[in-house]
């Protein structure tokens, strides 16, 4: 039996992170929820995600902020991330790619 991969959403909008959290129990993933950068950031070491889903529109710091610790610290910087953001413009995808993001939904 293998283990599920877990994974952490950090989105502050609570139908987009139920919708999302549905969906991944549904399909075999163990699901980590936050809605704060701090939190998550405060929180990391214990939660140790095979992925993160980061939101950029958190309501006490901002996703790009967050990514930037993930990136620095040496346990996390191998973590994927895929930025979640209702920002399409091009910049802001360049941006976050940039920044270090994986992947930009």
Same mark, same amino acid.
């Given at each position: ?49 095979? #992925? %993160?889903? *980061? ?6 710091? /901002?996703?790009?902020?967050? +990514?930037?610790?993930?990136?620095? =610290? ?6 994927? #991330? %895929?930025? *979640? ?6 910049? /802001?995808?360049?941006?976050? +790619?940039?920044?270090?993001?994986? =992947?930009?939904?």
């Amino acid at each position: 039996m293998k283990n599920k991969q877990t994974i952490l959403i950090i989105e502050d909008e609570n139908t987009i992170c139920n919708f999302i959290s549905t969906t991944l129990v549904a399909n075999d993933y163990k699901v980590l929820k936050t809605t704060n950068g701090r939190e998550a950031i405060s929180s990391f070491s214990s939660y140790c995600p095979d #992925v %993160i889903l *980061l939101d950029l529109g958190l309501p006490d710091m /901002d996703g790009l902020d967050v +990514l930037k610790q993930i990136r620095n =610290d040496e346990e996390l910087k191998d973590i994927p #991330v %895929i930025m *979640l953001t209702a920002k399409n413009m091009e910049r /802001d995808k360049v941006k976050g +790619l940039e920044e270090g993001a994986d =992947d930009y939904i």
